[in-house]
């Protein structure tokens, strides 16, 4: 079907018979020979031959020849080279090589009506495929884009040649919409529906440029969905002629654009003709807003839709008041008044904004830029292109002085200040982007200061001054020419880049606007386009994220530059790849670290360097259960390594453990702090720090060293505050670490002082900081740790982020997600909060007294903490439970499964007898076996519904029994069975207590809105990387178990289990001081754990009732205590300094929480 060659009759300039049956083909290129069996069969190819190049049609079809849409080699599969490939017209054409291609010679012809195409996936992702019935085509690009490029292409010819005709058909109707509105071109088969055009292909890209809210493009030959009865009607009525009378009513012979004109003056021309009028009518010109609105309303009402064009097009708003609150819109009164095709002129001019004859350009220069401005000057020049900008510099060094005159608007430079024809004219008012390079630049005749001026046509000119002074004066008048006066405040800046760009920001993510920004060393200022123009300005430095991406605009890809600044969020991208580009690598600089003091580094939000943030964070989440931290040493070499990766871009680093060890992570934060150019404390204030110890009195003393921390510089009192707030955080676990304050203070003292020995003046100063942190700085209380729940299912709208105390029970998190989500549950039903855990194949209700919190920190001994979640759902009925209650003994034959495995039991499930009774499970191995082989009580276990998967049960229903060293798989043979198994085992183990007594008052939140807090998320849950998600879990614990850890001294309680010191700690909570129980005040936190040891009576008993969270302490499992060795820190203590800021001192005066 398909051929190995194609000769087409255009390029054959003649036929020639040889010998042996042979006959020759000459071209231009190459001759062919051919040989046949018969000399009569020759001598019939010869003839015909001759016959056809001697045939009329062959000129008109040479000039009927398409320009190609897309052409380019490709690598095709079963050839060894690249193959020359074009798409022209309804064709695809494969060629050996350009030269072949046109000559006219090819390999075969693809046609598109009977073709499709596709991405195909192979180890070389560039690859796709052309497929027709007879043959596939395989295709490699050389990259990504340029594949994407040509699957678009393919799609479109295949879309055209399947084409209607119709609808073209109808609205070439009108005579003057068979030639394109713009160019001329004959057959246009693209529109603009709200400006009402005929357009061909060429113009229709340069239309779509414009943006959907100037210029609607529409094909009318795909787009068949779009062109209702009025819109075609609406095209014939209206017509190119009559748009064009209102468009290009002032457009002068010389100014039309012609049908062969170039891409660059097709943009110029469209966009002057539609975005900014040029060429309109003027007989409106003298009408205002209110006159243009006005007139509009009582256009709409008459079907003449040229005026209501004319009106429209000139200025009047399409949404303006029309004084009728019934129809107070232009678009309604039409509909009122039954006119059809306003109707649908207004609907796609809905969002259309044109200017008015009077508004002034948007690249007005300010009043005195507009003024008469003259300078000359020899200046080095050159001219780079976009593939060239890398050797700009080496440019100048090929050149010599140019004569350079800026007047009138343009620069212009000549061969020599006696030339009067210049070299090349710059118009100053195109300009995009102008660089200032500060540092100079040698040549062989000594010193140039260079400058650079980028246009949107992506051309680059090079200029050289001999001085900075020169270079300062030609730069500030060229940016006053270009730079609107809204912006002119950024001209005055010591800029080392300024230009206009397009950006999104947060107040308008819908739409790219333009603005005008400015860079100054490490500071990016702009003017935007805002009702209240004024210059802002953001602080690279200090950037939370600085991200490229890739967007797909008007069809094209574009490069965006994200910014995040506390807050701030900025989308930025250029006119052209060559200026964004320049934008680019300057902010990338500028955001990086220069130098070697604090105020140089790459810093986060809250002002402290990202490489001391880092460590701290890392720390944090893997070091504060590891004894000795910060008095290990780590490898010099992987040490040095680190440090350097940091200095080159800090917020590229990303600490992972596994990859990064403990003791280098800690040394390169002792190494930072060591060699920046100047102390943390600053070595000017160190005998004022030293010399505060002679104060005894330790309040004055901390106020002395609070009026020292407030004279450091910005920078330096941030990271200070973070530091020890670490160090204090480290050295709460010091039962655990070993690192109290003075061991700490004996690392850092050197540190932060840089000297190089220390003196024990310098460790009490750094004890003194770390012990007092919270008076010295002066830490407010904070809230609550956030957590993920979901109501009834694990889905996105089902999911609430809500504050949980250190003392909330089930009961207070059940209530308040039932209450969060107006969930009144049925009479007679029981809701629970269940935790969720192995990938949610178990899942365990939590007993109304179980503390929340105590069960997430549980998380981190699984193998995916990261999977596990909280969800409150319906649990049991009354009728459950009464029914389980009728029965003192359970049992029944359930298959049974112990893990680890015993040898002689083997790895399979064995039918055993089950019996509950007496708050214990025994395990029997038959009905009639009077001895049991196991027993174990009920409140040391914990019962999940559900097996694991890779224990591979014999049904799908079962219970999970977990003890500290083992666990019991149980399958049931039903559902209800499951279930009633699950609900006699909560009963039993909680001795029937399951819901709060009746006439007690249903638990709810203490805060005042359990939804929302002021502190940041938490995520304790849904981490993408598992193990850091356990880590975040075993933080929060550490800092529970910390706060228990303090009652040790107590030796009534010292060999007392974790729930009973959890129940002297609600004792404390609840007896804090005579003042907090006296106020309605609710609210429990962290802090309250630390100060109120001495309140524990010492004869409480175990049992004690007036405590709140020891009811049926003796029921429930006893949670393992912490060991020395467990991986305590994770990146939620980071978030939860809030737990370590709160204030040690007795509250002052606090205003009451209500109750939610």
Same mark, same amino acid.
């Given at each position: ?19 042996? @049956? ?110 027709? =019935? ?115 009513? @002032? ?10 004109? =170039? ?9 002057? !003709?539609?975005?900014? %009028?040029?060429?309109? #009518? ?19 009402? !008459? ?19 029309? %004084? ?98 210049? @070299? $090349? ?12 390079? #500060? ?6 005749? $000594? ?144 955001? %990086? ?38 008095? #290990?040493?780590?490898?010099? +070499? ?15 680093? *990303?600490?992972?453990?596994?990859? &990064? ?16 150019? /100047?102390?943390?404390?600053? *070595? ?28 450091? =510089?910005?920078? @330096? ?9 670490? +160090? ?37 100063v750094i004890e003194d900081l770390i012990n007092n942190y919270v008076e010295i700085f002066e830490v407010s209380q904070a809230g609550d740790l956030l957590i993920e729940v979901f109501a009834e299912r694990k889905e996105p709208d089902c ?26 549950? !049925? ?29 997430? +920190? ?20 009354? /009728? ?71 224990? #591979? ?13 083992? &666990? ?34 249903? *638990? ?8 929302? %807090? $002021? ?131 007795? =509250? ?9």
């Amino acid at each position: 079907m398909y051929s190995k060659g194609i000769i087409p009759l255009t390029a054959i300039s003649t036929v020639r018979a040889q010998g042996d @049956n042979k006959f020759e083909i000459v071209t231009t290129q190459r001759t062919f020979v051919f040989r046949v069996e018969k000399e009569e069969e020759r001598n019939d190819w010869i003839s015909v031959l001759l016959s056809a190049l001697k045939s009329p049609s062959l000129t008109s079809q040479l000039q009927a020849a398409v320009s190609p849409e897309k052409c380019g080699y490709l690598e095709l599969r079963g050839y060894k080279a690249k193959i020359f490939t074009v798409l022209r017209g309804n064709s695809v054409w494969l060629c050996k090589n350009e030269q072949d291609f046109k000559s006219g010679l090819g390999i075969t012809i693809i046609p598109m009506n009977v073709a499709n195409v596709k991405q195909i996936d192979r180890a070389v992702k560039q690859s796709f495929e052309i497929i027709t =019935p007879y043959r596939s085509f395989s295709f490699t690009a050389d990259s990504e884009k340029e594949k994407q490029e040509w699957i678009e292409a393919v799609q479109q010819s295949i879309a055209e040649t399947l084409s209607d005709y119709e609808v073209a058909e109808k609205i070439w109707f009108n005579e003057s919409n068979r030639s394109c509105a713009d160019c001329k071109a004959p057959d246009p088969d693209w529109a603009s529906i709200n400006l009402c055009v005929v357009v061909c292909k060429k113009c229709a890209g340069q239309h779509r440029s414009l943006g959907p809210k100037d210029s609607k493009v529409r094909s009318l030959k795909m787009d068949a969905s779009i062109w209702s009865n009025e819109l075609i009607e609406l095209f014939i009525v209206i017509g190119n002629k009559r748009a064009n009378d209102f468009w290009a009513g @002032n457009l002068k012979k010389d100014e039309e654009l012609q049908m062969d004109s =170039p891409v660059d003056k097709r943009k110029i021309f469209i966009t002057q !003709k539609y975005k900014e %009028g040029k060429f309109r #009518k003027t007989f409106l010109a003298s009408l205002t807003k209110e006159e243009l609105n006005k007139a509009l309303c009582a256009a709409v009402v !008459k079907p003449d839709v040229l005026e209501t064009m004319a009106l429209l097009f000139s200025g009047a708003d399409v949404m303006c008041a029309t %004084g009728d609150p019934v129809y107070c819109t232009p678009y309604l009164l039409a509909k009122k008044a039954g006119q059809s095709l306003q109707m649908e002129f207004l609907y796609h001019n809905k969002f259309s904004d044109f200017p008015q004859y009077d508004a002034h350009s948007e690249g007005g220069s300010s009043q005195e830029a507009t003024q008469s401005t003259f300078l000359c000057d020899f200046l080095y020049q050159a001219t780079a292109s976009a593939s060239r900008v890398s050797t700009e510099k080496k440019l100048l060094e090929e050149t010599n002085k140019k004569w350079c005159v800026l007047e009138g608007g343009f620069l212009s430079y000549y061969e020599n200040d006696r030339c009067t024809t210049p @070299n $090349g004219t710059i118009n100053i008012s195109e300009v995009i982007c102008l660089t200032v390079h #500060k540092e100079d630049f040698y040549l062989n005749t $000594g010193p140039i200061f260079i400058f650079e001026i980028y246009l949107p046509s992506e051309r680059v000119f090079l200029f050289g001054a001999k001085t900075s002074q020169i270079q300062r004066k030609w730069t500030e008048t060229i940016a006053k020419r270009f730079v609107p006066f809204v912006a002119e405040n950024l001209t005055e800046a010591d800029y080392d880049l300024i230009g206009q760009l397009f950006y999104k920001d947060c107040h308008a993510l819908d739409q790219w606007r333009k603005g005008w920004f400015a860079m100054d060393k490490s500071s990016l200022y702009f003017c935007l386009q805002t009702q209240e123009v004024q210059e802002e300005r953001m602080h690279l430095r200090r950037l939370q994220e600085l991200t490229i991406s890739t967007v797909v605009q008007n069809g094209e890809k574009v490069d965006v530059l994200l910014l995040v600044e506390k807050g701030r969020t900025l989308y930025i991208h250029g006119y052209t790849k060559l200026d964004f580009t320049v934008w680019r690598n300057a902010i990338e600089k500028a955001a %990086g670290t220069d130098g070697n003091t604090l105020q140089d580094q790459q810093l986060c939000k809250n002002d402290v360097p990202i490489i001391v943030n880092s460590c701290i964070a890392f720390v944090t989440q893997y070091g504060l259960g590891c004894k000795y931290i910060y008095q #290990k040493d780590g490898d010099p +070499l992987s040490i040095s390594e680190l440090l350097e990766s940091f200095k080159k871009d800090a917020r590229s680093v *990303k600490l992972r453990v596994g990859k &990064h060890q403990l003791e280098d992570v800690t040394g390169v934060l002792k190494s930072f702090l060591s060699d920046i150019d /100047d102390a943390l404390l600053t *070595k000017e204030l160190y005998p004022y720090w030293v010399s505060a110890l002679d104060t005894q009195d330790e309040k004055q003393r901390t106020d002395k060293y609070r009026a020292f921390i407030c004279s450091l =510089p910005g920078v @330096n009192r941030a990271t200070l505050a973070a530091l020890i707030e670490h +160090l204090y955080r480290v050295q709460k676990c010091s039962e655990i670490n070993h690192m109290n304050a003075h061991n700490l203070a004996l690392v850092f003292s050197s540190c932060l002082f840089q000297t190089k020995g220390q003196t024990s003046e310098e460790v009490n100063v750094i004890e003194d900081l770390i012990n007092n942190y919270v008076e010295i700085f002066e830490v407010s209380q904070a809230g609550d740790l956030l957590i993920e729940v979901f109501a009834e299912r694990k889905e996105p709208d089902c999911s609430i982020i809500i504050r949980v105390s250190p003392v909330m029970e089930a009961e207070e998190l059940t209530n308040d997600i039932l209450a969060i989500k107006n969930i009144l549950p !049925k009479k007679g039903d029981i809701w629970a909060t269940f935790e969720v855990i192995e990938n949610e194949e178990l899942e365990r209700p939590l007993h109304y007294t179980e503390n929340v919190l105590e069960q997430v +920190l549980q998380w981190s001994s699984l193998a995916e903490p990261g999977s596990a979640y909280l969800v409150v759902k319906r649990f049991l009925t009354i /009728d459950t439970i009464k029914q389980c209650r009728e029965k003192s003994i359970k049992e029944g034959i359930l298959k049974l499964k112990e893990e680890p495995s015993k040898i002689l039991s083997g790895n399979k499930f064995q039918d055993r007898c089950v019996v509950l009774r007496d708050g214990h499970l025994f395990i029997y191995k038959d009905p009639k076996s009077t001895k049991h082989e196991k027993m174990f009580p009920l409140r040391l276990m914990k019962f999940y519904l559900g097996v694991k998967k890779k224990m #591979k049960p014999p049904t799908s229903w079962g219970l999970t029994a977990c003890s500290e060293k083992h &666990h019991w798989h149980l399958c049931c043979d039903s559902l209800q069975a499951q279930m009633e198994w699950m609900a006699s085992i909560f009963i039993a183990q909680h001795e029937n207590d399951i819901w709060p007594p009746a006439g007690k008052e249903r *638990k709810r939140s203490i805060t005042k809105n359990p939804k929302i %807090g $002021g502190l940041p998320l938490i995520p304790i849950q849904h981490e993408k990387n598992a193990t850091q998600a356990r880590k975040n879990i075993e933080m929060a614990r550490a800092e529970l178990e910390r706060l228990r850890l303090s009652e040790r001294h107590d030796r009534d309680f010292t060999d007392s289990s974790l729930k009973d010191r959890a129940s002297i700690i609600g004792y404390c909570l609840e007896h804090k001081d005579e003042k907090l129980r006296n106020r309605a005040r609710k609210h429990r936190s962290f802090n309250c754990l630390e100060d109120t040891e001495a309140e524990v009576p010492p004869g409480l008993p175990k049992g004690y009732k007036g405590l709140k969270t020891v009811k049926k302490t003796e029921d429930r499992n006893s949670k393992a205590t912490l060991e020395p060795n467990n991986k305590l820190p994770s990146k939620v203590i980071e978030e939860l300094s809030v737990v370590l800021q709160r204030s040690r001192s007795h =509250p002052k005066e606090l205003p009451d929480e209500q109750t939610l």
